[in-house]
């Protein structure tokens, strides 16, 4: 749960509150901090740097959660380039130049795993981010990553702020997008097998050959990693994951079972993004953080969201 003394006095702001991961942060956080303030984009489009310096005058904040992002899966990031690497941009050179510049002592800002090389062997260590070629599909979106994590270098280094990169592993969970554009691979999944399942389908099609592997973590478990990242005030970068691996195979496995299909079909002509990666979690294991939720019951309360929504 990390340290909650810490929070007691604080001001925070979450910007993205309204996703994935900023309603697992507002949930985990409400009634902890001495002020929570949320940012959606209908408060305002971040990207727009009078925006960006108008969320952060409403402060005083001590803490701020950069969440916002244009971001979906792979076939988004192919349709759309320059809006993932344009709108990624301009929300990290708008949201941490307006924290560092109004005096922001500590930001979070999430970055991604699509930093690390596509092709490198072994375990993943944080001092390998941008070493090397990244996945084709998400190049743009990893470049604006990219200069996200080295503002925050910069703002610790230069100005003695405690900016901290967060390299987020593939995060899933009630409040993920189920849109077929905007969707990552467990919501496309689910929206998938649920559609499958409704014209009397009995198998669900998955993208790629199934063999690429994912570290994947539960929306409120990404949260309480957060927290503790937070809570430690080290602006080392530092990844967010769950440390486990599993195929997509798997994954679509136990989606399919979940929805009462019967098995799973391969489409190998379809992109798969990188094949696989593990990751290192170790700076946030020291940290005290082990995921709560297991993928089998993460998949169980994402598929209830979703047929909520339905
Ligand atoms: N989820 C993952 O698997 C994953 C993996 C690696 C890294 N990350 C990073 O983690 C962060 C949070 O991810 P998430 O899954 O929670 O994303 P998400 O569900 O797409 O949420 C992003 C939030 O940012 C808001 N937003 C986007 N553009 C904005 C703008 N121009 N102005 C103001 N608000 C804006 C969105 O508002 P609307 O809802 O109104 O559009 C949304 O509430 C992102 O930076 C993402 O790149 C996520």
């Known amino acids: 749960m990390g340290d909650f003394t810490f929070w007691r006095e604080k001001s925070v702001l979450v910007a993205g509150a309204g996703g994935l991961i900023g309603t697992a942060l507002m949930r985990a956080l409400?009634?902890?901090?001495?002020?929570?303030?949320?940012?959606?984009?209908?408060d305002g489009d971040l990207t727009d740097a009078r925006e960006a310096r108008r969320a952060i005058a409403a402060g005083p904040y001590d803490v701020v959660f950069f969440m916002a992002a244009t971001q979906g899966g792979v076939a988004d990031h192919l349709a759309r380039p320059l809006a993932y690497v344009r709108e990624n941009a301009a929300l990290a050179l708008n949201v941490i130049g307006a924290c560092a510049d109004s005096g922001v002592r500590q930001l979070?800002?999430?970055?991604?795993?699509?930093?690390?090389?596509?092709?490198?062997?072994?375990?993943?260590?944080?001092?390998?981010?941008?070493?090397?070629?990244?996945?084709?599909?998400?190049?743009?979106?990893?470049a604006a990553k990219l200069l996200g994590l080295r503002l925050c270098q910069a703002c610790t280094a230069e100005r003695g702020l405690c900016y901290t990169p967060a390299i987020l592993t593939n995060v899933y969970g009630p409040g993920g997008s189920f849109d077929p554009q905007r969707s990552t691979l467990i919501h496309a999944l689910i929206a998938r097998a649920v559609a499958a399942h409704a014209v009397g389908e009995h198998t669900l099609r998955v993208w790629g050959s199934g063999r690429a592997v994912r570290d994947v973590l539960y929306g409120d478990d990404a949260a309480q990693a957060l927290l503790r990242v937070a809570a430690s005030q080290d602006p080392s970068t530092i990844t967010i994951a769950s440390g486990e691996n599993h195929t997509v195979a798997a994954i679509a496995g136990l989606v399919a079972a979940a929805i009462g299909l019967k098995g799973i079909a391969f489409d190998p002509a379809k992109p798969e993004g990188a094949l696989g990666r593990t990751l290192d979690v170790s700076r946030l294991r020291a940290l005290g953080f082990a995921p709560l939720v297991s993928l089998a019951d993460g998949i169980h309360r994402t598929l209830a969201a979703y047929r909520n929504r339905l």
Do not use: F, K, N
């Open 108 to 142: 979070i800002y999430a970055a991604s795993t699509a930093l690390y090389p596509d092709q490198a062997a072994g375990v993943l260590t944080e001092d390998l981010l941008a070493s090397g070629p990244i996945e084709a599909s998400h190049q743009p979106y990893a």
């Open 30 to 42: 409400e009634g902890r901090c001495a002020r929570l303030v949320g940012w959606r984009r209908a």
